[in-house]
């Protein structure tokens, strides 16, 4: 049980034991504490990360997720009651790329047999286990999460700390204990609404030398908007590490398209990294194993990839431009029969070409207009010269 948790023996919410118990807000936040359920809930999240297909019984999907997760890796052995994985140390001697060619099991759960070394790695065929990598060096996601969960524990304290300033917009100091007396009556009468009898109290009459003095507190409403956008920015930025786009909007104000999508490619390398790892790792289980394992992305993870593609795609189709001919007229080739004839009316006309067709057409009508004038002017001066 916790420290912070104290029976409560009159409670009888629901069923369940800890359902039963009351926090002591007086001891304050403990942090190791929350702490752990910081990086439990992102566990949680992430075990939705990847789908993995036809893993034998002996595997269950949580708790190879859970291997790879927080210890980095696993191995895959064949034991008399089927496939395990499992943890335990590596090393003996390194193979060309100094990798360790050698998997220490250890759990007591396993048949005897199963509790021996297991080569892996020797990448000459003579493994016989999969060493399974969550990521290329092995690292795990604990310390990505200790890093922002850490944060986000202290700035919670923070942000504890300022709400609790907020309830105080004034302190009141006395210098005497029947000024003191009087200004702690003030208040229980203030609590309970009854303002309109201040005046006939002691508080005033024992303010006259002002041994009562009112010290105004600054807000602190700047500082915990200071400190929400922070603790948004450390969950955003521990999302897109994960893979998930949570913008944080730092401008207060609203925000285009283009810029939620900014830090898009930053989302990818990390997690495809996770991925290629898992499904080299099927590839050598179904190869040395004869298995049928597959893995791809799942939930959110899977939803941005689908989005990804067809933008990818449509991208492309936007790009692709028709052949242009010897002639200069544009040619599509797609779903067009050969024997099909061009007229002119099907022929493209460039801007350029448009705009000298009006140039000429407006140059014909001046001339014209100016021959008109001209016919005119020269039979006005025959009619005078008659």
Not at 61 to 79: F, K, M, P, Q, R
Not at 162 to 189: F, G, H, M, Q, Y
Not at 278 to 305: C, H, L, P, Q, Y
Not at 359 to 373: G, L, Q, R, W
Request: proline content about 4%.
């Amino acid at each position: 049980m916790a420290d912070n948790i104290i029976p409560d023996t009159e409670s009888t919410l629901f069923w369940y034991p800890e359902l039963k118990y009351k926090y002591d807000f007086d001891k304050g936040i403990d942090k190791p504490l929350l702490m752990r359920s910081y990086i439990c809930y992102f566990l949680d999240r992430l075990q939705s990360m990847f789908k993995w297909n036809n893993l034998p019984d002996t595997i269950p999907t949580n708790w190879l997720e859970s291997y790879l997760l927080v210890d980095g890796h696993c191995c895959v052995i064949n034991t008399e009651k089927g496939l395990f994985a499992t943890n335990g140390g590596r090393g003996a001697e390194p193979n060309e790329y100094y990798i360790p060619t050698k998997f220490i099991v250890t759990n007591p759960w396993l048949p005897e047999s199963a509790r021996q070394t297991y080569t892996v790695n020797t990448l000459d065929g003579s493994d016989n286990a999969v060493f399974v990598r969550n990521d290329t060096y092995t690292t795990g996601v604990m310390p990505l999460l200790t890093k922002y969960c850490s944060q986000m524990v202290e700035n919670d304290i923070s942000m504890n700390i300022a709400d609790i300033w907020s309830r105080a917009t004034v302190a009141l100091s006395a210098a005497d204990d029947e000024t003191k007396a009087s200004a702690e009556l003030w208040l229980k009468r203030l609590i309970k609404g009854e303002i309109g009898i201040i005046g006939e109290s002691p508080f005033l009459m024992g303010n006259v030398d002002e041994s009562l003095r009112v010290n105004p507190i600054g807000t602190v409403a700047g500082t915990l908007t200071d400190l929400i956008e922070y603790h948004q920015y450390l969950k955003a930025g521990l999302f897109n590490e994960l893979g998930l786009n949570s913008n944080y909007n730092m401008k207060r104000e609203a925000i285009n398209s283009n810029e939620s999508q900014l830090n898009d490619d930053a989302l990818h390398p990390l997690i495809d990294d996770m991925l290629a790892c898992r499904k080299e790792a099927a590839d050598m289980i179904n190869k040395m194993f004869g298995t049928d394992i597959s893995v791809e992305f799942n939930s959110a993870w899977e939803e941005n990839e689908k989005e990804n593609e067809l933008m990818l795609d449509q991208m492309e189709h936007a790009t692709e431009t028709p052949e242009e001919t010897s002639d200069g007229f544009v040619e599509e080739t797609e779903g067009i029969e050969d024997d099909t004839e061009f007229t002119e009316e099907d022929t493209e006309v460039s801007p350029e070409t448009q705009t000298e067709d009006i140039i000429t057409e407006v140059a014909e009508s001046i001339v014209e207009k100016v021959e008109e004038i001209i016919e005119e002017k020269e039979g006005d001066t025959d009619v005078s010269d008659s």
